[in-house]
């Protein structure tokens, strides 16, 4: 950090910036963000201590049990949910459908998420998030995945995980790996950054800069099958900084209570005392399937390149 | 006190970037999650963040009471955006049960220039803080919608839908933003408040 001043670009207020747009994740770090699909959900999420909701049709799991084609949620219930909060609002958009980002940014949502739950629109292009005023955050499996959707304009990056499963084991897989890319990044020469950069397919000047820093240039949340407070405090313990639950809060026995205990786990991930203590008497956690049973074309987390 | 021990909560939010920004002037800075962590710091920065989940938890760890007891005693506080609204008197636009450390006779407005699609940076210049205007970065932010007789209001909005706004204030050891210095690497602010703490 330097300490130099930084000059005003412009002596009139700008809106849309990199800046303000990765800066708004950093204001969520520490904080759990829940899927919600009901007004109601949304005001069980914010009194639990939510940082943000995740305003959707069906949770991942009713996703994947229906099926069809899984699409941006009724303008409808977004308007309900953003009216029945305070807390930021998120939404998500197909892979690639810019339209229906463009909607999501019409309609006020606080940040956009380009998102593998639901069927992709573009099976060769993500969506040119630097097009929008709103922030975007997208999944990522590996680094090199990370690095491409900033390169696009995300704002905010979170692991797939397997979404609607409530099995952690991809989450975990997928926060080790990009940890242990930056890493191994970390301890290239910089005369080999160049090949690195092409093998991740990632663009040269972003490598460098992790390699330099240790950190994406943007936050790093976890997302995609946590449904303890013991699975938020590992992935914070992984090096997340922040939770996304899906499925988990709202497809178990008593969502009040859990989405309150795994918010407090989030903040004390390293405290093996208050996670005991959050982890009582939540009642059922949600059902769950495991991830190795899901044939490989129900895969969400394959979604997206 | 040579090096001053400047605690900032780490409840949730952008707890790093202030330790950054702290330990850049000088600071020995150190998160604070728990009352005796509370107990050793000469300083506190409350982070910017989600003010409804930073309250929530405060009570749930039972850190209300001790934090209050400290301002009441003198305790140097500077809160950024979230910590803003901890530190207002009164807030408006906010939950009912959500509630500040009563510090700074203000009354806030959360999101008070929009949603996030409204969010910008703008330059602002802070009374008695050299080095010209502030890059400052508005997330979400709230302003400042009245103060009381002991306040100094220390910087405004100056262009834009939004001139005139209260933006920056004082009241005896406590300041608070309602933009991020954390975010731009600029450390006066957090030097201002490192000298407060020094002096108190």
Same mark, same amino acid.
């Not at chain 1, 899927?35 to 009713?62: F, H, N, S, Y």
């Given at each position: ?305 | ?22 330990? =850049? ?6 998160? &604070? !999650? *728990? ?5 050793? #710091? /000469?300083?506190?920065?409350? $982070? ?51 509630? =500040? ?6 009354? &806030? !407005? *959360? ?5 996030? #699609? /409204?969010?910008?940076?703008? $330059? ?77």
């Amino acid at each position: 950090m330097s300490d130099s001043t930084t000059p005003p670009v412009s002596a009139t207020p700008v809106v849309g910036t990199a800046r303000v747009k990765r800066g708004m994740a950093e204001m969520l770090k520490g904080g759990v963000i829940m899927d919600v699909v009901t007004p109601d959900q949304a005001k069980i999420a914010e009194d639990a201590g939510a940082v943000a909701v995740m305003a959707l049709e069906r949770v991942p799991a009713d996703i994947r049990a229906q099926g069809g084609v899984s699409r941006m949620s009724d303008p409808d219930m977004i308007d309900g949910i953003i009216n029945a909060v305070s807390i930021p609002v998120m939404a998500k958009a197909r892979i690639g459908h810019f339209v229906e980002a463009q909607i999501l940014q019409s309609l006020g949502v606080d940040y956009v998420d380009e998102s593998e739950v639901l069927t992709p629109a573009d099976f060769a292009n993500h969506i040119d998030k630097w097009a929008f005023t709103v922030p975007f955050v997208c999944g990522a499996t590996c680094l090199g995945e990370a690095m491409r959707r900033i390169n696009e304009g995300a704002a905010m990056i979170r692991s797939k995980g397997e979404a609607g499963t409530g099995d952690v084991s991809n989450a975990t897989t997928h926060m080790r790996k990009i940890r242990t890319e930056i890493r191994r990044l970390q301890a290239l020469p910089a005369d080999e950054l160049y090949v690195a950069a092409k093998e991740m397919q990632a663009p040269y000047e972003l490598v460098k800069e992790v390699a330099e820093t240790g950190k994406l240039p943007v936050v790093l949340f976890t997302a995609g099958g946590i449904a303890t407070p013991a699975d938020a405090a590992m992935m914070m313990q992984l090096g997340a900084e922040g939770v996304f639950v899906g499925s988990g809060i709202f497809k178990s026995g008593n969502p009040a209570q859990r989405a309150a205990a795994i918010v407090k786990a989030t903040t004390f991930h390293d405290d093996p005392d208050v996670l005991a203590k959050v982890s009582r008497g939540l009642g059922e956690a949600m059902v769950g399937i495991n991830v190795d049973d899901l044939p490989q074309p129900h895969r969400l987390a394959e979604r997206g390149w | 006190m040579t090096v001053p021990v400047i605690g900032v909560l780490a409840l949730q939010g952008d707890v790093r970037e202030h330790v950054a920004a702290l330990t =850049g002037v000088g600071a020995q800075a150190r998160p &604070v !999650r *728990r009352p005796e962590e509370l107990d050793a #710091v /000469d300083g506190l920065v409350i $982070p910017g963040g989600e003010s409804t989940t930073i309250s929530k938890l405060t009570d749930i760890f039972e850190l209300r009471e001790p934090i209050d007891k400290r301002i009441a005693a003198g305790l140097p506080v500077y809160g950024s955006c979230a910590g803003m609204i901890m530190l207002a008197a009164e807030v408006l636009d906010g939950r009912p049960d959500q509630r =500040g450390f009563a510090g700074i006779e203000m009354t &806030v !407005r *959360r999101n008070a220039f929009g949603r996030q #699609v /409204d969010s910008f940076e703008a $330059p602002v210049a802070l009374a008695g803080v050299d080095g010209g205007p502030f890059h400052a970065v508005f997330i979400r932010a709230p302003w400042v919608e009245r103060v009381g007789a002991g306040v100094d209001v220390l910087g405004e909005v100056t262009d834009g839908p939004a001139a005139g706004r209260i933006v920056a204030v004082r009241q005896g050891n406590l300041v608070a933003t309602s933009f991020h210095p954390e975010l731009t690497g600029d450390l006066r602010l957090h030097r201002y408040f490192v000298d407060l703490v020094r002096a108190a």
